[in-house]
């Protein structure tokens, strides 16, 4: 195929991409307003306030931390906290990560740095329709651009505009109805339910703890569930198989 063609096609992908992620940006705008808000209402100074928007790209372990740096805890645990946050994307790399092996690891660094919640269930959504297309590298980083746009031109209009936005506008609460449009189909899985449940659980009654961490332990506890329940529904089906 000539290389003008390939290009056309691959342009085409990526602009279907930032097509098709277009549905979830509602969501992220308005968790990308919270945590701007949030960043600079717990103390922190604008500046580092958009340097950590535009490098961590992490909302939910931004939101993780801030209370933490404003109660001046410790490094290790502002680190260790950011880090357990985050935990999911070892998941959502292991989910991805068969279909872009045959693509050359410095691509693959920064689709990995640009990856998003969003991002990776609308990508996992067509490959399970149509299987591995042609140029899916261009379809996940246009969506990904796009993501990362929306995210960061959100979060600074949080920044600039957080001595004006008045807490009881109740971005929060838009914020969570924005994960919860994420989490609630994924729980149709039983080991993704069980972490979601445990978690919970974990982090409302550890509320009370020290450090926050309650909702420490509660991520880890879930993440444990999830990984044992799956890994044992899957020797169940391999046994299954094997004896049928």
């Given at each position: 195929?000539p290389?003008s063609?390939?290009?056309?096609l ?23 307003v919270?945590t701007g808000?949030?960043?600079?209402k717990?103390g922190?100074?604008?500046?580092w ?8 790209y992490?909302g ?5 931390v ?8 410790p490094?290790w ?10 935990l999911?994307f070892?998941i ?6 068969g ?11 920064w689709?990995g740095?640009?990856?998003g919640d ?8 067509r ?7 042609v140029?899916r590298?261009a ?7 796009a ?12 920044i ?11 971005l ?36 009370g703890?020290?450090?926050r961490?309650?909702m ?9 569930v ?8 899957r ?9 049928s």
């Open positions: 195929m290389l063609d390939v290009t056309a691959r342009r085409q992908e990526f602009a279907r991409g930032a097509k098709d992620i277009l549905p979830a940006m509602p969501g992220a705008a308005a968790w990308g919270v808000v949030a960043m600079v717990s922190l100074a604008v500046h306030a958009l340097a950590m928007s535009l490098t961590a992490a939910s372990a931004q939101l993780a801030l209370p933490l740096l404003a109660d001046a805890s490094v645990l502002i680190a260790i906290t950011a880090l357990i946050t985050n999911r070892v959502y790399s292991a989910a991805l990560r279909w872009f092996t045959d693509y050359r690891r410095q691509r693959r660094l689709l740095y640009l990856t969003f991002v990776m269930v609308t990508f996992l959504n490959v399970a329709t149509e299987g591995a297309f140029h590298d379809y996940f980083f246009g969506m990904s651009v993501n990362w746009v929306v995210w960061n031109v959100a979060s600074i209009i949080g600039a505009a957080a001595a004006y936005i008045p807490t009881h506008w109740g929060e609460f838009a914020g969570v109805l924005a994960l919860l449009a994420l989490v609630v189909p994924m729980c149709r899985q039983r080991p993704a339910l069980a972490g979601v449940v445990v978690a919970s659980l974990v982090a409302v009654l550890g509320h703890w020290p450090l961490l309650g420490v332990v509660g991520v880890i506890a879930g993440i444990v999830a990984t044992l329940l799956d890994g044992h529904l020797k169940r089906a391999v046994a299954t198989e094997l004896t």
